[in-house]
């Protein structure tokens, strides 16, 4: 039960936290909701579908196909999360006051946060809900096993759906003078963690090479530990890094990086006008 209970905290944590997130920008834009309801569905039903097709999808293109395709689904959602910090950073150095759809954001602008949210976080819950439906198909025909299996996933998920919960509120009640730049800060290291999982999944396959690893931080926090679960789904914690990933992540994140360094450069050179 417990290997359960990890399994689906780890998968529901990782979606959990992006549909949060996602939902506090939201109620701070002052946008609709209705996104997420079209997301849920998509991602639902995709992660089913890639259930359903796992062993030809890990047949296909000479056995590589299973970890080409998710290596594909993570970076649609790295790039959607870059094009977002992108949109909103100008936002992030506006007054709080000033932090209004009606006001910063173009009606154009509208319907582009709603195409990046529904990628964003529908692509992230086919890939997690997908590796859910695999765990649990393999206690088709045991039982007792499903049973066990079962509660351990509602305890899982329980608990996932639970921490969201509380990051969302927390995010929601952030003052507005805040919410903005810590936002920004953590989808930028989430998208660093997931090109993490981009090179691993290409090193997987023999595209990239596997060297050793930078560093070895299992014995400070075991990745598989709930503590390194929820370090997995909030920055991609990876207790063996190698080189490869460490530049996927720099490459990531240094984007967001620069374009805020100019949009503080450029304020503080408005104030001194």
């Known amino acids: 039960m417990l290997d359960a209970v990890l399994l689906i905290l780890r998968e529901v944590l990782e979606a959990a936290l992006i549909l949060s997130l996602l939902l506090a920008l939201s109620n701070k834009l ?32 000479d056995g590589a196909g299973q970890e080409l395709l998710n290596a594909a689904l993570y970076c649609a959602v790295i790039i959607s999360v870059i094009l977002l ?20 954001v173009a009606p154009n602008q509208h319907r582009l946060l709603y195409l990046l949210f529904i990628i964003i976080f529908s692509f992230s819950l086919m890939r997690e809900g997908a590796e859910i439906w695999i765990y649990l198909s393999a206690f088709d025909h045991k039982a007792e096993a ?5 509660i351990g996933a509602a305890v899982g998920a329980g608990i ?16 507005r003078n805040y919410f903005l730049p810590i936002f920004i ?3 930028t290291l989430l998208a660093g963690g997931l ?21 070895d931080s299992s014995f400070l926090v075991n990745e598989h530990s709930w503590l390194g679960e929820l ?13 490869i990933q460490g530049i996927f992540y720099l490459l990531t994140i240094t984007p967001i990086l620069f374009a805020s360094i100019w949009h503080a450069w450029r304020l503080r050179g408005n104030a001194h006008e």
């Open 30 to 61: 002052q946008l609709s909701y209705r996104w997420s309801f079209f997301a849920l569905l998509v991602g639902v039903a995709g992660s089913w579908l890639l259930a359903h097709y796992a062993y030809g999808i890990a047949d296909a293109i």
């Open 85 to 104: 910090g992108m949109l909103i950073l100008p936002l992030a150095f506006a007054p709080a006051k000033n932090i209004s759809p009606s006001r910063n």
């Open 146 to 150: 499903m049973s066990s299996a079962l």
């Open 160 to 175: 996932g759906m639970s921490l969201g919960a509380i990051i969302y509120y927390v995010f929601a009640f952030l003052s």
């Open 185 to 187: 800060t953590v989808i």
């Open 195 to 215: 090109s993490m999982q981009v090179a691993k999944q290409l090193m997987q396959i023999g595209l990239l090479d596997s060297d050793a690893p930078l560093w």
């Open 231 to 243: 370090l997995y789904a909030l920055v991609g914690y990876d207790s063996r890094p190698t080189p």
